[in-house]
Nanobody, 120 residues
């Protein structure tokens, strides 16, 4: 069994910063790509940023230059540093991880999400 848990969301003023964390735990042998998505009511979940196990990153155009994704492989954790936040960044932020288990199975595991609200 694998758990993925996000943390670090909250209320922040426009122009402010937040750092999200996402930790995977359980029956883990290795973790491949880890990604951050976000979703607002009535809209599809959209990719924000992704990072491979070797540290290569990719970003959605709407966060380039403002958000930074990083990971700590020893802790099975991925981070999302969000700067210069805008009201339109308000969403539930989800993390996923491609997990390989000790028993040889591989699957994509999602967290439950953390709310980010940008408002004055």
């Amino acid at each position: 069994q694998v758990q993925v848990v996000e943390s670090g969301g909250g209320l922040v003023q426009p122009g402010g910063s937040l750092r999200l964390s996402c930790a995977a735990s359980g029956n883990i042998f290795k973790i491949g790509n880890m990604n951050w998505y976000r979703q607002t009511p009535g809209n599809q979940r959209e990719l924000v940023a992704g990072i491979t196990s070797s540290g290569s990153t990719n970003y959605a155009a709407f966060v380039k230059g403002r958000f930074t994704i990083s990971r700590d492989n020893a802790k099975n954790t991925v981070y999302l540093q969000m700067n210069s936040l805008k009201p339109e960044d308000t969403a539930i932020y989800y993390c996923n991880a491609f997990v390989g288990t000790m028993t040889g199975t591989n699957f994509l595991s999602w967290g439950q999400g953390t709310q980010v609200t940008v408002s004055s």
